[in-house]
């Protein structure tokens, strides 16, 4: 008799267990929304929510990535938008002082108007979002430009691909060409310099100069301007292809990648409208492009809003100078003529960056619509495929919790024997 008490408590046990478990996965059920757990009890449809569930999770975080690069890009737009209307104002304000008869106290205060104008684009440049600078393009802690009190030294400050243990700088000067010149006040390259001020100049074999001249610091300033005008930062966020090559594409020069949103717009990108793609095209063209590229870059910094606002701050600084640089009322207006034509153009220029910007803005909140979109579809075709019937899942828990309850209730009335059950 004993023997078949304890064979009723092991079964008993094990039928509690069974129903308990029971309980357990259809509250799973409800909670997890999930109509399996595993891939036992339905290979087909558990397989097939795994691959959408795969598909959401992407989704999920290019929509996540997606947030930061556009309000990066948006950053970018303001940025570029200020410093065009930075430009108009400037060049109104010199149209008048051209125009109109103006005495050395108006032309100072003006002188001063326009150095402030300039500090306000090194400001714009120099913005930031969260932890990094949006203009700096690879590099995300180097502050990218300094100016001079005087706005005739700029400073551009980056750790470059072919120095990448510490930030190089790059000094240089807005001097005085003459007033035939186009235009008349241009940059000049006077040093290279790494982060303890020891100058750092390389040959084409890329072996250090000890002693360099003006010729060779300004050739080699302007290989770095080419090499930071080339970044990129191409991003994966459900638009165009990651592959870096397409079989189907004869061209072995045809990178997929191309096909990426670039997200990077430096400053020296914005400043002349030069765009990483064109400075990669002309550096690589064959036969080479004319004007090369280093040139090329220059002549467009030189006609930049930072360039002719400072042309023609210093301009009237020298007119007001009285030493033996001065320039004449005759030369200064010329200058200031010749100011506002290049100032309308670069005007223009500086809109299209500001246009490019905004339509990169427009794709990215297309890309986050359709992203939002996508996973509200995987959401349903999840339900329909692996989702449990909330209705009937909350009909079995209590049909379940039921069957457990009666389940202890036959245990109490096992678990009651006493001794004398044992003595019949």
């Known amino acids: 008799m004993r023997v078949t008490n304890s064979a009723t408590y092991r079964n008993y046990t094990s039928s509690v267990n069974d129903v308990h478990a029971q309980l357990n996965r259809s509250m799973n059920k409800i909670s997890s929304g999930k109509q399996y757990e595993n891939a036992a009890e339905s290979p087909l449809s558990y397989y097939r929510g795994k691959r959408i569930d795969d598909q959401y999770q992407d989704a999920l975080s290019k929509a996540s990535l997606l947030t930061d690069v556009k309000n990066r890009i948006y950053q970018q737009e303001l940025g570029a938008r200020d410093i065009q209307k930075i430009l108009a104002d400037a060049k109104n304000k010199v149209q008048e002082a051209r125009t109109g008869t103006t005495s050395d106290e108006a032309l100072k205060t003006l002188q001063a108007d326009l150095l402030q104008k300039e500090h306000q684009i090194i400001d714009d440049l120099n913005g930031q979002y969260e932890n990094f600078y949006i203009y700096g393009g690879n590099d995300l802690s180097s502050t990218p430009f300094t100016l001079s009190a005087d706005g005739s030294t700029l400073t551009y400050t980056h750790k470059f691909a072919s120095h990448p243990d ?13 007033a035939a010149k186009d235009p008349p006040y241009q940059f000049n390259i006077t040093s290279v310099k790494d982060s303890k001020g ?9 072996n250090p100069i000890t002693n360099p001249t003006p010729e060779q ?5 302007k290989t770095l301007l080419v090499e ?6 191409r991003v ?20 997929i990648r191309d096909t990426l949103l670039d997200t990077y717009t430096g400053g020296f990108n914005l400043l002349t409208g030069i765009s990483s793609d064109e400075v990669i095209a002309r550096k690589n063209a064959d036969p080479p492009a004319n004007p090369a590229v280093e040139d090329y870059i220059m002549e467009r910094l030189n006609k930049s809003p930072l360039a002719l606002i400072g042309q023609a701050s210093l301009a009237i600084n020298n007119n007001l100078s009285g030493d033996a640089a001065t320039i004449n009322n005759e030369e200064l207006h010329d200058i200031l003529g010749q100011t506002i034509e ?5 005007e223009h220029t500086v809109s299209t960056v500001y246009s490019d910007l905004g339509n990169k803005y427009k794709l990215l909140e297309d890309t986050d619509a359709k992203l939002k979109i996508l996973q509200d579809s995987l959401t349903e075709q999840y339900k329909d495929i692996l989702g449990a019937d909330p209705y009937a899942s909350v009909l079995e828990m209590y049909n379940n919790n039921y069957a457990y309850n009666a389940a202890l209730r036959v245990g109490s009335q096992l678990m009651s024997s006493s001794l004398f059950d044992f003595m019949r």
């Open 166 to 178: 510490e930030s190089l700088s790059i000094e240089m000067k807005l001097e005085y060409k003459g």
């Open 198 to 206: 020891k100058s750092v100049v390389k040959d084409n074999q890329g």
């Open 217 to 221: 610091i300004s050739k080699y300033g």
């Open 228 to 233: 930071a005008m080339s970044e990129q930062g």
């Open 236 to 255: 994966d966020i459900g638009y165009g292809d990651i592959s870096s090559k397409n079989p189907q594409y004869t061209d072995k020069d045809l990178d």
């Open 342 to 346: 290049d100032m309308t153009v670069t």
